[in-house]
């Protein structure tokens, strides 16, 4: 269907109804010649981009020559961190970038979220330079790249060492292109269906089998489509979710519970994979241990008897899990990394208990502990469960201590059930693992903290290791040129290097005693770190880290961007929250919540203009503005006017079409840079003069 409606010949509308959240309608100045090559290239999103801008007035416009921008991009090896939790190379989205959804954050709302990909870019670089932060975080990118900063985003060539930039710690895993493996066939489900007591032939059968072939749910494999979201919602089954056949028909059933921003995510999954979820209801709910004591209850049901066949077809326990022997499916230890990640972060942000610092110890967290119920009769099957977790667990590199039976209880039957718990390792550097590779899913508030937890303990680990090169290297290395320790002290001090620690270190040195470096103890408590480093940022998982390094670099190859359907244009590349190409020509209204916008991008021949800021108010210029802006015109020059001082005759002047900027150079009107900040160099290939 074509987006656009003709006006006239020479303009087009693309109606605010285009795109949920365009403020006003877009118009494109273009003849009918050109419309078919701006509707190939879907050049129009990029008006639908502009009409998302707050205080816009009356429409989003585009000149004739509309098209994608010539880009701020990255370089080919920056990774790219999808929705699924896994990332990829930029460069490795040629093939699939369609299909694909990336992180992204509602700057407004100051959450994280997920946008598709409208246009994948592949250009020529101009300069590129490197960033490092000082928690050791690295990108390269084009000067003109944006970065987000306190300040909104700013371009790369723009920003100086110290200054803060946003940061997403989670990183994800590497993307592994899942096999075409078969994991169950409409046979199995089948199966499933006969050991629940349903004929063949029979309605109750049958239309089980017709509602999973409508949805494309009769099989499954590992690469199809659907199941991320699947492994996602399996996970939240085993953990805060139930499922069962009730009442006299015997309706398929499965119950979630959470909190309500948890629960609109679980929502929409269930939605992708072709279910219509109930709304979430609410209620309030006594507790078990205080009798006048109640808390907040919300809640959704799935009525849906072919995803409960399908779930347990794939290993998933129905009914109370309390009371049901189970290990977690065959078939996820087979699955890439990234799959078994969804199921592991989904189960996890169920029952995983949050981040939580050592009251004793600055700079360590509690070890983290996921706890289970089991029937007495059912604990070896419940320690079996769990070695499943830890088996999985291992694949990402982290360690578990020990599976411990921890409490018992006898309910009103006098059926006795014991609390197991899995935990999980301390050490600074296996929790970096498991919140940084693994997470959470389905819990906003437990992905925020251990966002922040990793950004914590890579701040810490930044400053131990720069002790540890203070201990091993630079100070034997001064000591063996025979500095006293004071002159020592005095050409290495600075944070986190005191000048008593670096004495202290050289007179154990020179007494041949070991020394292990230490964090200082005036290295922030989480606590304090998290409200500096998130300052702003809201519960996004965004920190705050700063700018240690700027540099320019060589880089021939191509580099590479996207642009994103979300409102707010960014997504995360190598953990930098960074903005994509938009562009457009638009006015907006500052009581409206507008700006002033210091040029579009990509539209027109003034895409690289900045501002000229003068200290004149608005009461200097009041009643003076027509004089003022004819007075700019006069001045300043705009368009190729109708005469000029260089004469050039009929051959001469076909060259100069041909060679462009070139030809100036060439002949003395400029210098061989200038074609570097020219787009395509001054020149683009292929111009015949004889066709003008």
């Not at 300040?151 to 989670?170: H, N, Q, R, S, Y």
């Not at 103890?521 to 606590?527: D, L, M, R």
Request: charged residues 30%.
């Amino acid at each position: 269907m074509r987006p656009l409606e003709k006006i006239n010949d020479y303009k087009w509308r693309l109606p605010k109804s285009h795109k949920q959240g365009m403020r006003v309608d877009g118009i494109i100045y273009a003849s009918q010649d050109m419309l078919p090559h701006i509707i190939k290239d879907k050049a129009y999103e990029q008006v639908a981009n502009v009409a998302f801008l707050p205080g816009i007035v009356k429409y989003s416009l585009a000149m004739p020559d509309i098209h994608w921008g010539y880009g701020f991009c990255l370089t080919e090896d920056t990774k790219i961190l999808t929705s699924f939790g896994f990332y990829k190379t930029i460069k490795d989205f040629g093939e699939e970038w369609e299909s694909q959804k990336l992180i992204t954050f509602d700057l407004k709302q100051k959450k994280p979220d997920e946008t598709s990909i409208l246009r994948f870019i592949k250009l020529r670089p101009k300069e590129v330079f490197k960033v490092i932060t000082k928690n050791g975080y690295e990108i390269k990118a084009t000067g003109d790249h944006p970065l987000l900063t306190p300040l909104g985003m700013v371009p790369i060539d723009k920003l100086t060492v110290g200054e803060k930039i946003a940061i997403f710690p989670f990183e994800g895993v590497p993307y592994q292109k899942p096999s075409k493996k078969i994991i169950i066939s409409e046979e199995d489900i089948r199966k499933t269906l006969i050991k629940l007591g349903r004929k063949p032939n029979t309605p109750k059968f049958e239309i089980v089998i017709r509602k999973l072939r409508e949805r494309g749910l009769s099989y499954l494999t590992y690469n199809h489509p659907k199941l991320p979201y699947i492994l996602k919602i399996i996970g939240f089954v085993f953990g805060d979710g139930s499922m069962n056949f009730i009442g006299k028909r015997g309706d398929g059933v499965l119950h979630f519970s959470g909190k309500p921003e948890d629960l609109e995510r679980l929502r929409k999954d269930i939605e992708e994979i072709g279910y219509t979820p109930s709304p979430i209801h609410f209620r309030r709910v006594r507790s078990w241990r205080e009798k006048n004591k109640y808390y907040n209850c919300y809640s959704f049901y799935v009525n849906a008897s072919s995803l409960v066949v399908l779930l347990e077809s794939l290993g998933v326990p129905r009914g109370s899990k309390v009371d049901k022997a189970y290990r977690v499916p065959n078939w996820i230890f087979k699955a890439p990394l990234w799959q078994k990640r969804l199921f592991l972060a989904s189960l996890f942000g169920c029952e995983l208990r949050v981040p939580h610092r050592r009251l004793e110890r600055r700079g360590y967290f509690n070890a983290p502990v996921f706890p289970m119920s089991k029937r007495e009769e059912l604990l070896k099957n419940g320690e079996d469960f769990l070695k499943d977790i830890t088996k999985l667990l291992k694949e990402f590199g982290v360690r578990v201590l020990y599976i411990d039976k921890r409490k018992r209880h006898v309910n009103k039957r006098g059926e006795i059930s014991w609390a197991l718990e899995l935990v999980i390792s301390p050490k600074p550097e296996n929790l970096f693992k498991l919140w940084s590779k693994i997470g959470f899913e389905y819990n906003f508030h437990r992905a925020f903290v251990a966002n922040v937890a990793v950004g914590y303990l890579k701040l810490r680990q930044k400053i131990l290791k720069e002790k540890e090169e203070a201990i091993k290297v630079k100070i034997p290395r001064l000591l063996s040129k025979g500095l006293s320790y004071q002159k020592i002290a005095l050409q290495l001090a600075g944070n986190p290097l005191t000048p008593r620690f670096i004495i202290d270190v050289c007179y154990k040195l020179n007494k041949g005693k070991g020394v292990n470096p230490r964090i200082p103890f005036s290295f922030p408590s989480f606590q304090d770190y998290l409200k500096e480093a998130t300052w702003g940022l809201g519960m996004s998982g965004m920190v705050w880290d700063k700018i240690e390094k700027i540099e320019k670099i060589s880089h021939q190859r191509s580099v590479f961007d996207f642009t994103v359907s979300h409102s707010d244009h960014n997504f995360v590349a190598n953990n930098f929250v960074v903005s994509n190409c938009i562009g457009g020509v638009a006015a907006t209204d500052p009581d409206e919540g507008g700006v002033i916008s210091p040029g579009g991008v990509g539209f027109d021949i003034n895409c690289g203009v900045r501002l000229l800021k003068t200290n004149l108010t608005l009461k200097d210029i009041e009643g003076k503005i027509s004089k003022l802006v004819d007075t700019l015109y006069r001045n300043v020059p705009s368009g190729v006017g109708s005469r000029g001082e260089i004469k050039v005759s009929i051959s001469e002047l076909k060259k100069l079409v041909v060679e462009g900027a070139r030809w100036a150079v060439r002949k003395g009107f400029g210098v061989e840079e200038d074609l570097e900040v020219c787009e395509e160099n001054g020149a683009i290939e292929g111009a015949v003069p004889d066709y003008v």
